[in-house]
């Protein structure tokens, strides 16, 4: 493994231990370099690759770092602990390995990734789902908060 801070070529385990309910292996890794950095790596199974195609038809590789990218911006300042999102990102994607096709269109992803939020932390769905969804009115920004039920009596 390449070291991050400084491009050694040559950096050792210090600790392994399962990760995201065992769906991953973290490893801890030390550079040999005279700065000794430390750093961190997951290992995950890879079934196949999969492909996103776009609204506009265009494919790409599915980035599970993008997709955790835009999980915790939508989830940023809320009282959610990084192991909660990280095992709900890895559930999401062992999901779509499981759906069995190498492609998946991206409105799939988009109501899963929804689906989720909406039952970890409302703010962080309102928050995806407005630019998910890409609201032109008002309106529709209320038709998701409605979707909530929690302007609604018991």
Do not use: H, W
């Not at 995201?20 to 196949?48: H, K, L, N, P």
């Not at 770092?65 to 990280?86: N, Y």
């Not at 630019?131 to 009596?153: A, C, M, P, R, W």
């Amino acid at each position: 493994m390449i070291c991050p801070f400084c491009k050694e070529k040559d950096t050792s385990v210090i600790d392994s231990r399962p990760a995201e309910d065992g769906t991953a292996i973290r490893r801890r890794r030390s550079c040999t370099c005279s700065g000794g950095q430390r750093f961190t790596t997951f290992e995950r199974v890879q079934f196949r690759e999969l492909i996103i195609i776009k609204k506009n038809g265009r494919k790409s590789r599915f980035d599970r770092e993008k997709l955790a990218k835009s999980i915790f911006i939508a989830l940023k300042k809320r009282p959610i602990d990084s192991e909660t999102v990280e095992k709900f990102i890895s559930k999401l994607s062992r999901n779509l390995e499981e759906m069995g096709q190498s492609e998946i269109q991206s409105n799939i992803i988009g109501r899963m990734v929804m689906d989720g939020l909406k039952e970890i932390d409302k703010i962080a769905y309102i928050r995806f789902a407005s630019v998910y969804t890409n609201f032109k009115e008002v309106e529709e920004f209320g038709q998701i908060v409605d979707k909530l039920d929690v302007n609604k009596s018991e």
